[in-house]
């Protein structure tokens, strides 16, 4: 404290205050106020004329600049200023008691600025952070995070309840309350919560992990809940969907093995019948006729299989050509007019007047139309109605397939076409299918550009499937050589060839059909053996194994082209691998065709219905290892040797 006394107002001092003066001090004791702090008085010289008047004044962490140590230092300071009075009662000085703050300002304004970089940090924080307050839980900060969770909407100042009212009675409320009386925190996972995120929305569910921590004050008492927490939403979400499809899995292989037994227990029952002696032709013909059904049945399953994982993997490629639409529905109705006929259904269609034209691959889109067809067969029951529509559009075509059968749940008909999801199915699992038709049917038809949905009205009110397919024009003079026929041509003459497998069943079987065709076969297992009968036998045709045991079929029809026997000789790769990409490995190779197992009568008739003796001096030209370059036909990829001049040709030409 200091005393300024008297008309000069003499500058009287404590030894408390002496520490303020420092290098002022004793210099400063009798000395006039203005001058023992003749920076200051500017700023002070107002309030003491205020109490010479006679008024009292207080003051707290004011600041002021010191000259300490000879430098100019900034210290705050809190004070009182009254009017001292002399005998008369009149005032004659100033009374000051002081104290300096300037070490509990710097800390203050560093407290301070370290909140607001700790508020900053949460602000941008990207989990969910908010501070309630006081048993009523008032919102006293929320981060981005949490408003981009609950919406942006003000929620400072106000109650958990005020601010966020539908969350009453969801538990949020309860778990606050028992964390503020308790004093023990609370940790949520995966915690679902129903949120109006913008006014007039509607309600929509998040899932939050979350942490309700007390913040306690210096005597050990709750005062509010730190909330931190992340929206997990994606990950619940992403987590349901994975066991979902792990379900659906288990379902489908459970599935599969069922479908592959069911035709798997006549074609054994058949052979049986068929190895005992006496057996009449009638019986013959009838376990002959089981056998090539359940064969085919098999062989769509495994297609069916082969073509989902080719599109999921992106390895599909569409032969890109104008094809008539009408034409495509006709063959697809045909392919599965048996289906109708089994289950007495009763098929109707209306197609608009042709020709209308869309780009894409005439095989694929036969495969689309006659999934959806039988899809309807088979959840039709017997006596029910199956229609089929084609209607043109100014930009697309539109194709509807619809049906009074079974229909289709509302909680399946948004994963209708998701892999391995089928409808409810009857005990003798009749319908049969492995779930994949659909979901191969969307994946074509967004590769042709198009769209596919399906509606029903519920269970037992029928089903329609919709398919929308860009239009494309096509000029006149171009449309007669579209859709090229693909039946296969009249056999030609008995031929000599070459059947080479390590499977002695399957070369076999093989030969026996060939033989019954009318043509000399010989067999061989191996690759060695296959080359020494090849030079016996000059085979116009060989069949040849890829999988051998002592040498691949790529490297043995290498071999092939260097023998004069065989070099100018038609090659066929036969193996269970069908991808594109082995496609083009054999034609590499040097073979012309590529079948893949198990072969159709079909596709061997063909194989062995078109000129197949090259001429010689084209053998010298291939070498080792080149590939035999070939035109192919539009609809069966049929080869015509390279060097014969090229043209387009029909199957049976």
């Known amino acids: 404290m200091f005393l300024a006394w008297g008309p000069e107002l003499t500058f009287l001092y404590n030894d408390a205050y002496s520490r303020i003066l420092e290098d002022k001090h004793p210099s400063a004791l009798g000395r006039p106020f203005c001058q023992v702090w003749e920076d200051l008085w ?3 010289e107002p309030i003491v004329r205020r109490a010479l008047e006679g008024q009292s004044e207080y003051y707290a962490d004011v600041p002021f600049t010191l000259r300490r140590k000879g430098l100019p230092e900034q210290a705050w300071f809190t004070f009182s200023y009254s009017p001292l009075r002399d005998d008369a009662g009149e005032v004659a000085g100033v009374y000051c008691a002081c104290t300096e703050t300037t070490g509990l300002v710097l800390s203050q304004r560093h407290q301070r600025a370290e909140y607001l970089r700790l508020r900053d940090l949460f602000q941008q924080a990207p989990g969910l952070i908010a501070i309630v307050r006081e048993p009523n839980h008032v919102f006293d900060f929320a981060n981005d995070a949490y408003l981009r969770l609950v919406g942006q909407r003000e929620l400072i100042g106000k109650s958990v309840l005020d601010a966020l009212p539908e969350v009453a009675g969801q538990g949020f409320v309860e778990l606050l309350d028992n964390v503020y009386r308790s004093g023990e925190p609370y940790i949520g996972t995966g915690v679902a919560v ?15 992990d979350f942490i309700y921590q007390p913040i306690r004050n210096e005597h050990g008492q709750t005062t509010g809940i730190f909330v931190e927490g992340s929206d997990v939403t994606e990950r619940v979400l992403a987590n349901k969907a994975l066991l979902e499809g792990e379900r659906r899995k288990d379902e489908f292989l459970a599935m599969l093995a069922h479908e592959l037994r069911n035709p798997l227990a006549p074609i054994r029952t058949a052979a049986e019948i068929l190895k005992r002696p006496g057996v009449s032709a009638d019986i013959v013909r009838r376990a002959s006729d089981i056998l090539s059904r359940q064969a085919a049945h098999m062989t769509e399953l495994v297609n069916d299989l082969l073509d989902v994982s080719r599109v999921n993997r992106g390895l599909v490629t569409l032969r890109d ?15 599965t007019q048996s289906w109708f006929g089994q289950r007495d259904l009763h098929f109707s269609a209306d197609l608009a007047p042709g020709p209308l034209f869309v780009s894409g691959d005439r095989t694929r889109l036969v495969q689309v139309f006659s999934n959806i067809l039988q899809n309807a067969a088979k959840y039709t029951p017997a006596g029910g109605h199956v229609s089929l529509t084609l209607r043109a559009e100014r930009a697309q075509l539109r194709v509807a397939v619809a049906d009074d059968g079974v229909g289709i749940h509302p909680d399946l008909l948004p994963h209708l076409f998701e892999l391995f999801t089928q409808g409810q199915r009857t005990p003798d699992r009749s319908q049969g299918g492995l779930g994949l038709g659909l979901s191969l049917v969307k994946s074509l038809v967004a590769l042709h550009q198009g769209t596919v949905c399906a509606r029903s009205e519920g269970v037992g009110k029928g089903s329609e499937f919709v398919v929308l397919l860009p239009r494309a024009e096509v000029a006149e003079d171009d449309r007669e050589r579209r859709n090229v026929d693909a039946q296969g041509g009249a056999p030609g003459s008995a031929l000599n060839l070459l059947v080479v497998d390590d499977n002695v069943d399957a070369a076999e079987t093989l030969r026996l059909l060939l033989e019954m065709m009318g043509h000399a076969v010989s067999v061989a297992h191996t690759g060695t053996a296959a080359l020494e009968l090849a030079r016996k036998c000059a085979p116009q045709v060989l ?13 043995l029809v290498r071999r092939m082209r260097l023998l004069p026997e065989t070099a100018a000789s038609t090659m066929v790769a036969l193996t269970g691998y069908g991808q594109r990409e082995d496609r083009e490995k054999a034609l590499r190779a040097g073979f012309d065709r590529h079948l893949v197992k198990p072969l159709s009568i079909d596709e061997l008739t063909k194989v062995v219905s078109v000129p197949h003796i090259r001429p010689r001096a084209g053998a010298q030209a291939l070498g080792r290892g080149q590939p035999d370059v070939s035109l192919r036909d539009e609809a069966e990829n049929c080869a015509v040797p390279a060097y014969v001049r090229p043209r387009k040709v029909r199957l049976g030409d």
């Open 543 to 555: 069949f040849l194994d890829i999988g051998l045991p002592d040498m691949e079929g790529y490297e």
């Open 42 to 44: 500017p700023q002070v």
């Open 194 to 208: 129903s949120l109006q995120r913008a006014t007039a929305s509607p309600m929509e569910e998040r899932f939050v």
């Open 321 to 335: 050509e104008p094809v008539d639409l009408p034409s495509v529905l006709d063959e697809a109705v045909e392919q």
